[in-house]
Structures are given as structure tokens and as C-alpha cells.
């Protein structure tokens, strides 16, 4: 058991969702160079994209297994590094097949980070008594917002790809060397399996997490080339979608717990999806670069969240172990991520952008529909 102080592993624990949020933020304003650089289309793009939720989707059963055996800090400062140096090299590949290399392996440490963070925020959140998975989230949410305002700020200013992931870079390692100390070290479990495929209501979770996993992805990887394309921004200020999006999560999420509270979770992730879902109709369907930013928005409040509370739902079931719950929530649910970019970059070059974010917000409307039949499947 680590000997740090509760709100010592609590702090850390916000760091740990800072440091993916933040490293995957400053990718997504690099999106439109890594395009135009390594020579890709739309349908390119996407396949390419593909690499960086496969090695996330693939990373995270392993980062489970691992974490059962090794304790959180060991595996969090295993993907640390991993992101650490694949972040640069994202601004340099000159190939699609050198850029997917590389998104395959910043992938995995995104994953890997991801799945365990929650496994450390569900013991710190239940050792302290009270609801602050939202609150953790939001950290995430603070770090895609740093991350994707710093890195626009400098292409703003002219600053070359490279330099901003560089001065990423810093931070992250900064940040870690700070709190790594306070991250969880006792080991979990074990006997726990590799992968545990997820049944019952924890398959239910895991759907619903999917689809809004794959929204945020479809913001992240999409919300910039959308606005350089349909609406006539200029590249070094479209990351601004991404920006308002994450702004509007991050205060959302700040207060996520309360309102959770007061609403009830059904009511959070029905309601939170319908507003998604007229989110991305609205930025689709109205020619506008401020309306777009402005269903960007609505997309942030909409899915602020869903996935706190569905990793909440996922503690509270009985059909499958905590211990192998999470992994495979988190896997099921980021297989959006794998998804996502990839279906969003093929529709896209069969019809259009906004066609494919249309069909996004489809899927978020079938959440929506489908809240009630996920809390009786909880009783």
C-alpha cells in the first residue's frame, strides 16, 4: 500500500488525467500539417488516424494486467515516457507509414495511461467517501484545454510544429516528476486475466462508452480540418474548435459531481446526449464558422459528463470484478477512439465532413434513447 497521504494521491491522481488529456490536445491542432505534410486525403487521413486507436485499443488490456501485477505508479511512468518520446516525432514524419508508426505508439501510452488512471481514480474515489470521478475527469478535460490552447497559441505565433511538441514535452515531464511519488503502488490482484471480455450490463457500459468516446475523437482528429475545410478558417487558428470544445467540458466537469448528483445519473448521460447530438447537427448544419465553434460547445457540455458517470455505473455493478470491469470498459469504450476518426475519414470521402458528423450525432441520440434500459439492467 503507498504511504502517501490521501490528498496527496488525490492530486496526483488529477495529474494523471492531466498528462493524457494534455498530450493528446496538442496533436489534435498539429492534425491539418501531419496532413498536409505527409501528402494525405481525407480517406488517407483516416487510415492513418486508424493506427493511433489501435495502439490504444490494444495497449489497455495489457496496461490492466500490468497494473494488477506491478501497481499503477510503475505502468503510469512506463506510458509517461512512451508519450514523452512519440509527441515530437509527431511533427516530424515526413510518410504515412512513418506518421502511423508513430501514432501507433503514442496511441498505446495514451491508452495504457488512460485505462489506469481510472483504476487508481476508483480506489482513491472510494477511499475518500464521497463522488470525484467527475472531478477527476475534469482534469483530463484541464489538460486537453492547456494543451490545445498552448500549442494554437504558438502556431498562431509562428512557432514550427516541432517546437510546440517539444515545449510539450517539458511539461509533461515536469509534471510527472512532481507527482509520480503519490501515485497508488499496491498490487491489486495477481491472478487477473489479460483481457476480460465484458458481459451483461458491463457490455451495455461499454457500448455506450464507445459512442461517446468516438464523438470526442471525431472533435479531436475532425473538429480542426472540418473548419479549415467546410467553413474557411485558417489552419494555425482552426484548433480553436478543439479549444472551446475542451473549455466548455473542463467547467462542466468542474461541477460535474453535483450535478450528477442532483440530476441522477440516467438523467445526466440522456440529457447530456441529446444536447451532443444537436451539438453537431447544428455545427453541421448551419454555414457559419461561429455557429460550428458554438456546436462545438454544446458537444463539450453534452458529453462532460457521460463518461464519469459510466465509469461510476461501472464500480457500482455485480456481474464482473472491479478489477477486470474497468480494463474492459475502458477498452470497449475507447474502441470509439479506434473507430471513430477511421469511419468519420472514410465517410467523409464518399460524401462529405459534415455528413459523417451528422451520422455522429445519430449515434448520440441512440445513448440518449437508451438510459432507461441501462438502469434497469443495473438493478
Known sequence: MTSSSPRSQQHATRAAFFIPGFAAAVWAPLVPFAKTRAGLDDAA???VLLCLGTGSLLAMPLAG???????????????????????????????????????????????AMDCVMNMQAVAV???????????????????????????????????????????????????????????????????????????????????????VFLAEGAVMDWS???????????????????????????????????????????RAIGLGAALACIGFLLAVLVPAWWVALLGYAMVGLGCANIVPALFSLT???????????????????YAGVLAGPALVGFVAHSSSIGIALACVAMALAGVALSTRSLMRNLR
Do not use: N
Not at 518520446?85 to 498505446?108: D, E, I, K, Q, R
Not at 475542451?246 to 462542466?252: A, D, E, F, K, Q
Open 45 to 47: 487521413l483516416g487510415l
Open 65 to 111: 494486467a500490468l497494473t494488477a501485477r506491478q501497481g499503477c505508479r510503475r505502468v503510469m511512468l512506463v506510458t509517461t515516457a512512451l508519450i514523452v518520446a512519440m509527441l515530437p516525432l509527431l511533427a516530424w514524419m515526413p510518410t504515412p507509414l512513418s506518421l502511423g508508426l508513430v501514432l501507433f505508439g503514442f496511441g498505446a501510452g495514451i491508452g
Open 125 to 211: 474515489e472510494r477511499d475518500s467517501g464521497r463522488a470525484m470521478m467527475s472531478g477527476f475527469h475534469a482534469f483530463y478535460s484541464i489538460g486537453g484545454l492547456a494543451g490545445a490552447a498552448m500549442t494554437t497559441l504558438l502556431l498562431a505565433l509562428g512557432a514550427a510544429p516541432w517546437l510546440a511538441a517539444v515545449v510539450a514535452v517539458v511539461a509533461i515531464v515536469l509534471l510527472a516528476l512532481g507527482f509520480a511519488g503519490h501515485w497508488r503502488s499496491e498490487r491489486v490482484a495477481q491472478d487477473a486475466p489479460l483481457l476480460a471480455w465484458p458481459r451483461g450490463v458491463v457490455l451495455f457500459i461499454g457500448v455506450l462508452g464507445f459512442v
Open 224 to 266: 480542426a480540418v472540418f473548419l479549415i475545410e467546410a467553413r474557411a478558417m485558417a489552419p494555425a487558428r482552426a484548433g480553436a474548435g478543439f479549444v472551446v470544445f475542451t473549455l466548455v467540458m473542463t467547467v462542466t466537469r468542474l461541477w460535474g459531481d453535483g450535478l450528477v448528483e442532483r440530476l441522477g445519473r440516467q
Open 315 to 333: 464500480g457500482q455493478q455485480k456481474v464482473m470484478p472491479e478489477s477486470v470491469a474497468i480494463p474492459a470498459v475502458t477498452t470497449l469504450g
